[in-house]
């Protein structure tokens, strides 16, 4: 059984960064869930800076306490979580970095092992889904939190694998299912009325801001669980979907965005889902003039995800 260092003993302002503060381990010994980093930020078409997201969230994490009352469930301790690093990226080679994340991802779903990964620019949803399809011979269902489509064909007329491409390249590539792919919090402006109709060809049923507003976090969620009934759901959190008033560190920030107790909410649900997989990207902290209420946020969503699997997982109270 993992457990956090004791702040009662160990000041969390003290020891090395870890997610939680929780033991740093390659091993992945009895662990139902691992946290992972993917410092990558060479795919991105705006401005980069993601690359820092991992450390930064680490350090935010330091706050996180090993009871949410919410769920009523000691995450840590249910899942045997342990921060298992990064994964080292190749800078300024996709390919390459994509192998090393596929790579890496394998083992961990080969082993049923479900990973919160904290990115790295949206560019390594794509890696992570090619391994789990590899690992299980099965696509998953996509919940895609986001302020972008992330559908669009191609960069500059050649570049493909990029951090707003990834979701049509998983969709060709048939690692994401039919009937299964959902995104919340759009709202971006688009270039043209036919990125649309675009998306529309790859995603299921796109939920924008405005549709959150009108119909309320819980029977949107109720209709998204619904569908996806319990076929594996991958969740992958663009961190901004979020306004750029909760997280202002992040490359292509859009105005109107949910609110962190919003999404905190959204997360909370996914108890009911089974869970797969789940990442939390684009978090660039040199642009938050916080200083760390970006990663703040993502520490959150992180934590409550991992609490929502394993509220989902933990034995039954007795009586
Ligand atoms: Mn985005
Ligand atoms: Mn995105």
New binding site residues.
């Given amino acids: 059984m993992t457990e956090p260092l004791d702040a009662s003993v160990s000041p969390r302002f003290a020891q090395v960064a870890t997610f939680g503060r929780l033991p740093l381990q390659r091993d992945l010994g009895n662990a139902a869930a691992v946290f992972l980093g993917i410092p990558w930020d060479d795919a991105t078409s705006y401005r980069s800076g993601a690359r820092e997201g991992p450390s930064a969230i680490r350090t935010a994490s330091r706050l996180v306490r090993p009871y949410n009352m919410f769920a009523d469930v000691y995450p840590f301790r249910v899942l045997d979580l342990v921060d298992y690093g990064d994964i080292d990226p190749v800078p300024g080679y996709t390919e390459d970095t994509f192998q090393r994340i596929q790579g890496g991802l394998e083992p961990l779903f080969r082993a049923s092992v479900v990973p919160f990964v904290a990115g790295g ?2 560019s390594i949803t794509l890696p992570i889904l090619r391994a789990y399809r590899a690992a299980r011979s099965e696509g998953v269902s996509l919940l ?1 939190f ?3 489509f ?1 559908t669009w064909e191609s960069y500059w007329g050649t570049k493909r694998y990029t ?2 491409t ?1 979701v049509k390249r998983a969709y060709e590539e048939g690692l994401i299912r039919k009937g299964g792919v959902f995104q919340v919090g759009i709202r971006s402006s688009l270039y043209s009325r036919e990125d649309v109709t675009a998306n529309g060809a790859v995603v299921d049923r796109t939920f924008t801001t405005e549709d959150v507003d009108s119909e309320g976090y819980k029977p949107l969620m109720d209709r998204i669980l619904r569908s996806v009934a319990d076929s594996p759901v991958y969740v ?1 959190v ?1 961190i ?1 979907v979020l306004d750029p008033a909760y997280a202002p560190g992040t490359g ?1 920030p859009e105005s109107g965005g949910l609110t962190s107790r919003e999404m905190i909410h959204f997360v909370r649900e996914l108890h009911r889902a089974n869970l797969v997989g789940f990442d939390l ?2 978090v660039a902290p040199q642009y938050d003039h916080t200083g760390q209420v970006t990663a703040l946020a993502a520490s959150n969503l992180l934590y409550e995800g991992m609490c929502a699997l394993a509220r989902r997982r933990k034995p039954k109270a007795k009586g």
């Fill in positions: 620019d949206h895609h986001d302020a972008h992330d951090h707003g990834w992958s663009d901004d292509t990207v684009e």
